[in-house]
């Protein structure tokens, strides 16, 4: 299926497109699209693991404001505008070498899934857990992680109904406001997330009020109009009600899993190990997203119910229930690196499937040489 986008968003059109068309005279022709959206999600892993080497439990910022070098923080805006950058120009450069493919589709899409969350969790480091006077509560994190990947949800759900992706507004915007973020972190240091800013909140407060806001006065109802008028203009893909709601069984039921979980822990899981039941949720929902984004590319059904739910289904039985006792954190390391390498598995075979069946490299631009 042909590859279509709709971007109306001013900041992208008026401000970052220009800037996006010199960068990408700077690019030679002989590299692979694919190889920069790599590149930019390889910088935005390193520099979350970079962050997490410094402040593994949320509290750097809070508690101990100088634990975390300020070139750390310096490096975070540079990485983030990087991985910006080489995301906005993979799919002009693929256009510039006429090497567009629906594995460059879903190898964009796809890491950006994952990349999604990754950028949030990145940014929870700046403001901090909440230690009495500062910060945000690891149940906001979780709230507002939920919040980003419903909105990332939507889109794709959108473009499943519709055939074409919208791309959201909020985008550019967090990208700008993430880069923002860390440097001013950098250059002024962790405090200025520790003083109120504005009649009595926290910087943070304002993100957490506009972010909310944003999702669910602008990009959720801006969905359901879209697909209401490829309703009305009988362009929609999906027969039945039935098929267009499908994509959304597996996200819905993961989220509220996810949820009891965070709720009924006999060990407050979440409190315990943020980091870890963060980047779990991040994972999870990014193979849920891939698998739909596959279904929407090749125009197959989605399976009902994605096999992750299964194992998790169990994980949070043992632990609510309290049978898994002080073994609970044990448990969540094992499965967060399970379903991460299951994860990866799974973006590896997809990957190499599509390569051969379009007989071309995913890093090179070189044909693949028929047998």
């Not at 694919?34 to 439990?57: A, H, P, R």
């Not at 190898?107 to 950006?112: A, S």
């Not at 109120?196 to 009020?209: C, E, M, R, S, T």
């Not at 990014?286 to 009902?304: G, H």
Request: proline share 4%; hydrophobic share 50%; glycine share 6%.
């Amino acid at each position: 299926s042909q590859y279509s986008a709709v971007d109306t968003n001013p900041l992208s059109v008026y401000v970052m497109q220009p800037i996006w068309n010199k960068i990408i005279k700077v690019v030679p022709l002989w590299i692979a699209p694919n190889l920069l959206t790599f590149s930019g999600f390889v910088m935005i892993l390193v520099n979350y693991f970079l962050i997490s080497f410094y402040d593994w439990d949320y509290t750097a910022s809070g508690t101990s404001p100088g634990r975390v070098p300020t070139w750390v923080w310096l490096f975070s805006a540079f990485t983030t505008f990087c991985a910006y950058a080489l995301d906005s120009i993979d799919g002009k450069h693929a256009r510039r070498t006429q090497s567009s493919s629906p594995l460059g589709e879903l190898f964009d899409h796809g890491l950006d899934s994952w990349a999604t969350s990754i950028f949030v969790l990145s940014f929870f480091s700046v403001c901090s857990r909440d230690n009495g006077k500062a910060g945000v509560s690891v149940y906001t994190m979780y709230m507002y992680l939920s919040i980003v990947l419903f909105n990332f949800m939507c889109s794709h759900w959108e473009k499943y109904n519709t055939g074409v992706l919208f791309l959201p507004w909020g985008y550019d915007l967090s990208q700008v406001v993430l880069i923002t973020a860390y440097l001013l972190t950098g250059v002024v240091g962790v405090e200025v997330w520790q003083k109120p800013f504005l009649l009595g909140y926290y910087i943070i407060d304002v993100l957490v009020i506009l972010l909310i806001g944003f999702s669910l006065l602008l990009s959720f109802p801006q969905t359901l109009y879209n697909i209401h008028r490829a309703h009305l203009k009988k362009t929609l893909k999906n027969g039945s009600l039935y098929e267009g709601l499908l994509p959304l069984v597996s996200p819905l039921l993961l989220f509220m899993l996810l949820t009891v979980w965070v709720v009924l822990s006999p060990g407050n899981i979440l409190a315990k190990q943020p980091r870890l039941f963060l980047w779990m949720v991040g994972v999870t929902f990014s193979n849920v997203i891939c698998k739909v984004i596959v279904c929407q590319m090749s125009s197959t059904r989605p399976e009902l119910l994605h096999w992750f739910l299964f194992p998790l289904a169990l994980v949070v039985y043992t632990a609510i229930s309290g049978l898994l006792g002080w073994a609970e954190e044990a448990v969540l390391a094992v499965f967060t690196v399970l379903v991460t390498a299951a994860h990866v598995h799974y973006g590896v075979c997809v990957g190499r499937q599509l390569s051969e069946h379009f007989n071309i490299y995913i890093f090179s631009l070189k044909k693949r040489i028929q047998e």
